[in-house]
């Protein structure tokens, strides 16, 4: 069976900056899959390359969803083919109404809306009381089930979050990846990228770390959880030195 999201060597540039480096990756349709990494290892550019939002990218390899090339495309066309995109920092049009931000949602689709608003309540309760309410006014939170409903309007196949629990309390975070976990249990498949190891790793089902634009670690999430190494580096847990841990990772036979 094809994978649903296939990259083979991928690289991707801001400028001169090489950002994506040889990138391939397969992600099956159904699961969750998170992403790890430092800041600049390139886990965001990875779901903007995705997505088509880096001008002229990718430079080098290939994109397929659903078997079909996507590198190159245009964005709306990419989010018309069945694949959505919740940015870091959430984007909310913050002078449009919770209820005109999820019909924006909805741009690329002919037919009602009503029975996917009533399903998006259900995620959200909050939504519905404040469906008139200014996007703008909302907390930190609601604004991130905001851009989640919003994404997930248009009916995808495929769900990119980037960095969903930035900025919230521990009690909003749960309460969102637990929506996240029902959300693929509905059918749709999820990649997301977050520095919040422990919980990233809490609902996914494979994992991977990626390093200065390449993915240098990929297994199951209870195998990634379980490592020394990332107990270390992204778990807080353990005192061995930095540098002798990179060493060990790059004995490791899954690293690239």
Do not use: C
Request: aromatic share 6%; charged share 25%.
């Amino acid at each position: 069976m094809n994978p649903l999201l296939q990259l083979a060597s991928v690289d991707t540039y801001y400028g001169r900056i090489q950002a994506l480096r040889g990138a391939s990756l397969d992600i099956a349709a159904g699961g969750i899959t998170a992403v790890l990494g430092a800041n600049g290892a390139g886990k965001s550019t990875l779901l903007k390359t995705v997505m088509g939002l880096i001008e002229d990218q990718p430079d080098k390899g290939t994109i397929h969803f659903d078997g079909r090339p996507i590198h190159g495309a245009e964005t709306e066309d990419i989010a018309r083919a069945g694949i959505a995109y919740v940015p870091e920092g959430r984007e909310v049009f913050r002078e449009l109404t919770v209820l005109e931000n999820l019909h924006a949602g909805a741009f690329a689709r002919r037919d009602g809306t009503a029975a996917d608003l009533e399903r998006m309540f259900g995620y959200f309760p909050r939504l519905r009381e404040r469906r008139e309410q200014w996007a703008g006014t909302l907390s930190g939170g609601e604004q991130q089930m905001l851009a989640i409903a919003r994404a997930l309007m248009g009916r995808p196949r495929l769900l990119l979050l980037d960095e969903p629990s930035l900025g919230l309390s521990p009690l909003l975070v749960k309460e969102i990846f637990a929506i996240l976990r029902i959300i693929n249990a509905a059918g749709v498949t999820i990649v997301l990228v977050e520095q919040n190891a422990r919980m990233a790793l809490s609902v996914a089902a494979r994992a991977l770390v990626m390093e200065r634009g390449r993915f240098v670690l990929d297994g199951t999430a209870e195998e990634l959880a379980a490592d020394p190494d990332v107990q270390e580096f992204y778990l807080g847990i353990g005192t061995d030195e930095s540098v002798r841990g990179i060493k060990r990772y790059r004995r490791k036979k899954r690293w690239r």
